[in-house]
Nanobody, 116 residues
Framework: QVELVESGGGLVQPGGSLRLSCAAS????????MGWYRQAPGKNRELVVM???????NYANSVKGRFTISRDYARNTVFLEMNNLKPEDTAYYYC??????????WGKGTPVTVSS
């Protein structure tokens, strides 16, 4: 069983930055793939970035060069550094953990609003 708690969302002006955190409890963090997804109002949930247990990251084209994912194995936490935010980045951001057996776990999400 994995529990994920996201934090760090909020309101930011275009061009600003935010840092999201996802704290994981339960076993297996170091072996699990981790990812950030987002869902804007009226749209489907989409992948933002995922990072494997070995540290390989795969970004959506829309965030390449602006967002950076990292993971702290000692703290069982994944971070998403978001820079040069745009209004189209406005969404609920969700953390996902996938075990070695392919079982997914989701957090409850944190809202990000980019607006002037």
């Amino acid at each position: 069983q994995v529990e994920l708690v996201e934090s760090g969302g909020g309101l930011v002006q275009p061009g600003g930055s935010l840092r999201l955190s996802c704290a994981a409890s339960g076993s297996g963090f170091s072996r699990n793939d981790m990812g950030w997804y987002r869902q804007a109002p009226g749209k489907n949930r989409e992948l933002v970035v995922m990072i494997t247990s070995s540290g390989f990251a795969n970004y959506a084209n829309s965030v390449k060069g602006r967002f950076t994912i990292s993971r702290d194995y000692a703290r069982n936490t994944v971070f998403l550094e978001m820079n040069n935010l745009k209004p189209e980045d406005t969404a609920y951001y969700y953390c996902k953990s996938t075990t070695e057996n392919g079982v997914p776990y989701w957090g409850k999400g944190t809202p990000v609003t980019v607006s002037s």
